[in-house]
């Protein structure tokens, strides 16, 4: 490179390139010239020895020994863990909460029922989980046998995929709190269907219904497979988690003496009344007229069972469907009770549902066999979800075809022209031809059109 005529320089100076020539800077009386310049040296301090040039990649690579499998850990540390760290024994700090020696971050309240809150809660590796805390100063000695056969059953469901995960739960005897660490989801049914149900315009939504009353089915056959009653079924004890829905709430369910019983005793009316079932009110000690009432000695007893779930079932169902639970249009709980129990208070079921929607046949079938009083004629979760059952499944009995009124009109109309004919009324064995005939042929117009 030549600088520029305003740059003067009393002596040359060389711009280098490592083993290429170079051309070097002149002054203004003298003509460039090209030679080759030596290797560029690098300073090596005084104090410095000279580096020594390195080795091959094998000699200068560092061999150590490979590290050690990483512990076994439980489901809450592999849950929890960041890169192996081990357990924080930090000293508590603000909107931070220590749950059995590891730290989490309060991030805000997400709900409130009784004596207990819920909160998001972040783990040091960022993870999700919903804190329950439960301060059992309010609470009597029931509702604490409630909140810890709730953790004894949720240990035993704990390997149910349909029923939220208990991680960890520590009791605090000096303040009198209960937290339980759970499993965080992202909404649950009550509130999906407040924004359905009480949108600008709401709508029954036929295969909507039919998906979330399957869910639900599964969730609480899943329970029913271990002999439990939940008993306290209702929208917002189903949680969404990554789009499917898992049981909470597990503070009344009781399992089930099936050595002795297929019923749950119960000394207490316990439940949300929209969805109680009559067996869950009705005191079962009071049913002996020849005694005069209650018999002495002998408190109030409620005798549950999985049918009380199914009623549970039906009125959410109910809800779906007409915008509101069976019994909700009663004011006065003591009226809404005592509606609940009286065999003469006749559920309606009307034709048109929530959005002036055609109610189907089988979704009206399924909803008077689930709010039946008499627990015996309810049919089980099973036989809801086979795929006999005309509304989880309306095309699956063998054979079956879904007919609409149209088309019904146009088969009545080939059978009077065919009788006003010269054939005259068809023969016997044409009568017995007739509806494999018509069937098949519906089912290929359904499948042309």
């Known amino acids: 490179m030549i600088p520029p005529p305003t740059f003067k320089r009393n002596q040359p100076h060389d711009f280098k390139y490592l083993g290429k020539p170079s051309q070097v800077s002149i002054l203004p009386d003298e003509k460039p010239q090209q030679r080759v310049v030596a290797d560029t040296p690098v300073p090596i301090p005084a104090h410095q020895s000279p580096r020594k040039p390195l080795g091959t990649l094998s000699e200068n690579t560092p061999h150590r020994p490979a590290p050690p499998p990483p512990p076994k850990m439980s489901v809450l540390e592999t849950a929890t863990s960041t890169a192996g760290a081990s357990t924080t024994k930090s000293k508590r ?232 639970p069976p019994f909700a249009h009663i004011s006065s709980q003591i009226s809404r009770i005592m509606a609940i129990t009286n065999p003469k208070h006749e559920i309606q079921f009307p034709d048109i549902g929530v959005g002036d929607v055609y109610v189907p046949p089988a979704l009206k079938g399924t909803l008077r066999r689930c709010l039946n009083r008499d627990p015996a004629l309810r049919p089980a979760i099973p036989q809801l979800l086979s795929n006999e059952d005309a509304w989880m499944n309306p095309d699956g009995a063998e054979g079956a075809v879904v007919i609409s009124e149209e088309l019904l009109a146009l088969v009545i109309e080939r059978v009077v022209n065919r009788c006003k004919e010269e054939r005259g009324m068809p023969t016997t064995e044409e009568v017995r031809q007739y509806p494999n005939s018509f069937m098949r042929k519906i089912r290929e117009m359904i499948e042309k059109a």
Not at 179 to 197: A, F, P, Q
Not at 222 to 250: C, E, M, T, Y
């Open 93 to 324: 700090k603000r909107q931070h909460v220590l749950i059995n020696g590891k730290i989490f971050t309060q991030m805000g309240k997400i709900g409130k029922g009784g004596s207990s809150d819920v909160y998001r809660v972040m783990a040091e590796n960022y993870k999700m989980f919903a804190l329950k805390k439960v301060k059992l100063e309010d609470c009597d000695e029931s509702a604490v046998r409630g909140y810890k056969g709730e953790i004894d059953l949720i240990n035993k469901l704990v390997d149910v995929d349909r029923v939220v995960r208990l991680f960890d739960w520590e009791l605090d005897e000096q303040k009198q709190q209960l937290s339980v660490l759970m499993e965080m989801g992202e909404s649950d049914l009550n509130k999906i269907l407040v924004m359905r149900l009480n949108g600008t315009t709401p709508k029954l939504d036929i295969p909507f219904t039919r998906f979330y009353w399957k869910e639900m089915l599964e969730c609480v056959q899943a329970v029913h497979d271990f002999d439990i009653v939940h008993s306290d079924l209702k929208p917002a004890n189903f949680l969404l988690v990554q789009g499917r829905l898992k049981l909470i709430d597990f503070g009344i369910a009781n399992a089930i003496d099936t050595d002795n019983t297929v019923n749950v005793h119960r000394d207490s009316h316990v439940g949300t009344p929209n969805y109680m079932s009559p067996e869950s009110i009705t005191d079962a000690n009071a049913a002996t007229p020849e005694a005069g009432g209650v018999p002495k000695g002998l408190g109030k007893l409620m005798k549950l069972g999985k049918p009380s779930d199914v009623w549970s079932l039906g009125c959410i169902l109910y809800q779906m469907v007409y915008g509101r």
